[in-house]
C-alpha cells in the first residue's frame, strides 16, 4: 500500500501522553485540563438523555445550539450569522478544519499555513490534494510578518490559516494584524480558515488584549470559515463537539463534505450545551481562570533557568531552554519527561522540518496542586 500521508507517524500529544503515563509523569504536554467541567453542564446532557434525545438530530446541529452560538457570536463580535444557513455544528475543531479544506481546497490549490502551526493543518491540506505554501512567523517573538505572507499569495492560493491565540505560542492577534490580513486579501478571492479554538482565554483585558475574532472585520468574515471548540470553552475536550460560522454560500459547501465524512454529531450533548450557554458566565469568567493559573505557573518558572516567553492567550506557556540543557527540544521533552518528571511539547513538532529553536510548550490548564507539583520538579533543573 502507498501510504497516503508518508511523511505522518503518531501524533505527538498522543506520544507525550503514553510516555508521561508510563512514566509517572505530570502532563502538560498535550493540552486539556485535569479537572473537572461544571456538574450543571453535565445534568443538562443527562437530561437531554433522559428525555430522550437520542436520536440523530439534523445534519448541521440542533437549532437551539445554533441559534445560541449565534447570539454569542452577535454579542461578543458584533455580526450576525443566521443560524439556519450560516452555524453548522461539528465533532470538534479538528473535523471543521478537514472538512473545510476538502470541501475548498483542489489538487494543486495553495494553502498558506504560519508556521509553526497546530499539526492536523498539513496532513489535511495534503489529503485534499494540495500544495502546502509555509510562510515562518517571526522567529523569537512568533509575530506575523506580513511582507512574507504578501509575497507567499500566488494565483493558485485558495486559503490562509490564521489560529489566534494562537496554539503552540501563545500569542494574539491585534487589531491592527487582521485589519493588515483584511488589506491583504482584500484584491483576492483567498478564502480564511480561521481558527479561533482559544477565542475564550485572552489576558491582559486590563492592558487592552481582546480576541480579535475575524467575526469582528466585514471584510474578514465575508470570506472566512470561523471554527471553535466547545472542548476548550467548557473544559470538556472529550466530547469533541464544535463549530464552524460562515457566510451561507460557504456553509452549503462545507455542508456538502460534513454529511459524508460525520454526517452530524452527537444530539444529547448539544441540547445540554445548548441550555448551559444560555449563561454567558462560563465562558466569560475563563479569562480570569486561565490568567490566574497562568501567573501562579510563570511565578513559579521564575525559579528556573527556562526564558519564559509571553502567553497572551489559549492555555500554553513557552520557554526558551537553551540556560536549561544542550539538548534539542525534543530529545529535551523525552529526557524531561523521564528523568525529571513533567512533560512539555517541542515546538518543532509544529514545524515541518522539525525546525528546532531550543523552546518547549507547556500546558497550564490543570489543577493548582498538578502546577505545584510540576514547578516543585522543574525547580530542580
Ligand atoms: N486547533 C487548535 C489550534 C487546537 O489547539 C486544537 C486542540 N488541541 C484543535 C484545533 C482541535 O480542537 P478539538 O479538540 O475541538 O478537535
Ligand atoms: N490541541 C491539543 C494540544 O495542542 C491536543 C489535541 C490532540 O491531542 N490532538 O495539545
Same mark, same amino acid.
Given at each position: 500500500?502507498?501510504?497516503k500521508?508518508p511523511?505522518?507517524?503518531? =501524533?505527538i500529544?498522543t506520544?507525550m501522553s503514553a510516555?508521561?503515563a508510563?512514566?509517572?509523569?505530570v502532563n502538560?504536554?498535550q493540552?486539556?485540563p485535569?479537572?473537572?467541567c461544571?456538574p450543571q453542564?453535565?445534568n443538562a446532557v443527562?437530561s437531554?438523555m ?5 436520536? &440523530? ?6 437549532p ?21 444557513s450560516e452555524?453548522? !455544528?461539528?465533532a470538534?475543531?479538528?473535523?471543521a478544519i478537514?472538512?473545510? *479544506?476538502?470541501?475548498?481546497v483542489?489538487p494543486?490549490d495553495?494553502?498558506?499555513v504560519?508556521?509553526p502551526c &497546530?499539526?492536523?493543518y498539513?496532513?489535511?491540506i495534503?489529503?485534499a490534494?494540495?500544495?502546502v505554501v @509555509?510562510v ?5 517573538t512568533?509575530?506575523p510578518d ?17 489560529? /489566534?491565540?494562537?496554539n503552540?505560542?501563545?500569542?494574539v492577534?491585534?487589531?491592527a494584524?487582521m485589519?493588515?490580513l +483584511?488589506?491583504?486579501?482584500?484584491p483576492t478571492? *483567498?478564502?480564511?480558515? /480561521?481558527?479561533?479554538?482559544y477565542?475564550?482565554m485572552?489576558f491582559?483585558a486590563?492592558?487592552?488584549q ?6 469582528r472585520?466585514? %471584510?474578514l468574515a465575508? @470570506?472566512?470559515f !470561523?471554527v471553535?471548540?466547545?472542548g476548550? =470553552? &467548557?473544559h470538556v475536550? $472529550?466530547?469533541?463537539?464544535g463549530?464552524?460560522?460562515a457566510?451561507?454560500a460557504l456553509t452549503?459547501?462545507f455542508?456538502k463534505?460534513?454529511?459524508f ?5 452527537n =444530539?444529547?450533548?448539544q441540547?445540554?450545551?445548548?441550555a &448551559?450557554m444560555?449563561?454567558d458566565r462560563?465562558y466569560?469568567?475563563l479569562p480570569a481562570?486561565?490568567q490566574r493559573k497562568r501567573d501562579l505557573f510563570r511565578? $513559579?518558572?521564575?525559579?528556573t533557568?527556562? @526564558?519564559?516567553l509571553p502567553s497572551?492567550?489559549?492555555y500554553?506557556?513557552?520557554v526558551?531552554i /537553551?540556560?536549561?540543557?544542550d539538548?534539542g527540544e525534543a530529545d529535551?521533552?523525552?529526557?524531561l519527561t523521564?528523568?525529571i %518528571?513533567v512533560a512539555? *511539547? ?7 522540518d522539525?525546525?528546532?529553536q531550543r ?7 490543570k489543577?493548582? +496542586? ?5 514547578l ?5 533543573l
Open positions: 500500500l502507498t501510504s500521508l511523511k505522518v507517524g503518531t =501524533t500529544f506520544v510516555l508521561a508510563e512514566k509517572g509523569a502538560l504536554g493540552g486539556f485535569d479537572f473537572d461544571d453542564l453535565v443527562t437531554a433522559q428525555r430522550g434525545l437520542n436520536q &440523530y438530530p439534523p445534519m448541521a446541529g440542533v437551539v445550539l445554533r441559534e445560541a452560538v449565534a447570539a454569542k457570536l452577535a454579542a461578543l463580535y458584533g455580526r450576525s450569522y443566521d443560524a439556519g452555524i453548522t !455544528i461539528t470538534g475543531a479538528t473535523q478537514i472538512t473545510i *479544506i476538502l470541501a475548498v483542489h494543486g495553495e494553502v498558506i504560519l508556521e &497546530y499539526d492536523s498539513v496532513p489535511n495534503e489529503l490534494g494540495g500544495t @509555509r515562518p512567523l517571526t522567529p523569537g512568533f509575530r506580513f511582507d512574507k505572507i504578501s509575497a507567499a499569495i500566488s494565483p493558485k492560493t485558495r486559503a490562509i490559516i490564521v489560529n /489566534s491565540p494562537h503552540p505560542s501563545a500569542t492577534w491585534s487589531q494584524d485589519r493588515r +483584511q488589506d491583504i486579501l482584500a478571492d *483567498i478564502l480564511l480558515i /480561521s481558527d479561533e479554538v477565542e475564550h485572552v491582559d486590563d492592558q487592552g481582546l480576541h480579535q475574532s475575524a467575526a472585520f466585514a %471584510g465575508a @470570506r472566512a !470561523i471553535s471548540s466547545f476548550k =470553552t &467548557y475536550t $472529550g466530547w469533541k463537539v463549530y464552524v460560522a457566510p451561507a452549503a459547501e455542508r463534505v460534513h454529511q465524512n460525520v454526517f452530524t454529531v =444530539t444529547p450533548v441540547h445540554g450545551l445548548a &448551559y444560555a449563561d462560563p466569560l469568567d481562570l486561565y511565578t $513559579g518558572l521564575q525559579n533557568r527556562f @526564558r519564559l497572551e492567550g489559549s500554553f506557556q513557552c526558551d /537553551s540556560a536549561v540543557s539538548l529535551f521533552c523525552q529526557w523521564t528523568e %518528571g512539555a *511539547i517541542p515546538l518543532s513538532a509544529f514545524y515541518g522539525g525546525f528546532d523552546v518547549v510548550r507547556f500546558c497550564f490548564a489543577k493548582d +496542586q498538578t502546577l505545584h507539583l510540576a516543585e520538579r522543574l525547580a530542580k
